[in-house]
């Protein structure tokens, strides 16, 4: 409430904030002031984004491309989406019925939630998931239903657990796959239990595939979008944050049924205009040849990250770590510890410098885990674990 006693809307003040986001803006704030903070918080690389898409979006910012696009995004950057979708994923889209522009896969999950959800509605949600899922759904008047993801299931829902939250006012599901924090990848197995319910109870599908490329020890990420019957119920999220490290670009893409571009479209009219001009040419570079031998390299190195960090961490007496499948994060078991996921963190930040995100900023399941990012530079990762260490012993 102000001095005079006007109050925010109810709307956001039942809305917490983004850990991922607080938590590094904090690291950030204590490194201004001179303290040697490591940031394993949100899942941002060390990596710079690739000098070919660079210096892409700086000739396009260079030749004047400096003007507002299409809503739906450039054709080129639409004609390049589709390019990929079928190189990589098997995906036959047409750049005009089926792929908006975004910026960054946040706003790609707003104009599909206020696409499809409306107030009352429930949408099945991972329990833990996304920081921002939930507060997105809550933003819109929807209601997340939280299905829980077990350690001792892989982090995996059985039919079972996703049937039995289906009510008469489901509307949608949204899942994550590499998964956010917990690192499983989806089978086909895994997908099948989503879609036979999704079709059974006819509901949209949203799905989060932004670390699609970022799968480890050889498994291969399979779209929901393709399995049969979900290609007109499902809405795709992907980007080039994680991929490509391309996080302070805020560029992202929507494949979605023709059905509900539309609905996007107006939304994306209505709050951003369109995705950035010059960030659009730079990404639609990232997908014009296969994928460039800096990048494959950048991705090598991150599962040796990935390998390592976990390895360490169950190397640390009353913690422990699942080997992820896919993603770059490490979701640690803290439950011996006796300290709650908030208490930890907080004291890893205050006494260690190192900041980690706690579980519980992921849903009720996530009480019990603390996530770091694993793609920081060798040698953040080298002290960061000898801190982690010390801070639990
Ligand atoms: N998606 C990343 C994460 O989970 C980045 C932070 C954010 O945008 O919330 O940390």
Redesign the pocket.
Known sequence: MSEKGIKIASRISRIPS?A??RIADQAAELKRQGKDVIDFS???AAEHSPLYINRAAALALLNGDTHQTMAQGTPVFREMVARKLERDNGIKADPEKNIIATLGC?NGLTLAIFSTVDPGDEVIVEDPC???YNATIGLCGGIPVAVPLREENEFRWKKEDLEGAVTEKTKAILICSPH?PCGTVHTEEDLDVISDVAIKHDLWVITDEIYERLTLGGRKHICLATRPGMAERTITLMGFTKTFSMGGWRIGFAYVPETVLGSMVILQQHMMTCAGSFTQAGAAAAFQQDYHPEVKEMWEEWEKRVDYVTDEINRIPRISCHKPEGSFYAWINIKKTGESSVVLAERLLNEQYIALVPGSAFGKTGEGYLRMTCVKSRADINEGIIRLSKGIS
Request: hydrophobic residues 35%; without cysteine.
């Open positions: 983004s991922t986001v949100a899942g941002r946040k996304f920081v921002s956010n």
